[in-house]
């Protein structure tokens, strides 16, 4: 009796596998995302500073789900994208004088992001904090 629950299974299980074509293999996806940076200048220190990460895409029209901020001064940021909600399109940051150097100083921002296919987007840009 076990026998033949396991052979209609293999049957189902082999049936299945014809009628999607190949639905074991992975899913390839067709195009990475491609992350984006915007924000206004002149940007100074002890001075909240505005990160747009909104006009990040997926060419292939997939959901952007993950995004990670680095902010180039040792301090990061990451978030979930929800369905149909970006909690990181935009985020803030200061960058905090130290000691008595005026600047300006040249930071690298990066935002790394995913898609829902879990393919990954990096872009930089540099920050003149002065
Ligand atoms: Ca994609």
Redesign the pocket.
Known sequence: MKLIRLTIMGIMVAAAIMLTGCSLAPVV?????VASIAFDEPVFFDTEVLFNGGASL?P?G?DIVYGYWDFGDGNSVEGEWALGYNPVIYVSHTYVQTGSYTGPYAYTVSLLIR?D?G?FGRTERTVNVR
Not at 29 to 33: I, Q
Request: hydrophobic share 10%.
């Open positions: 996806d067709p195009d990475a995302p997926d292939d997939g898609d296919e393919s």
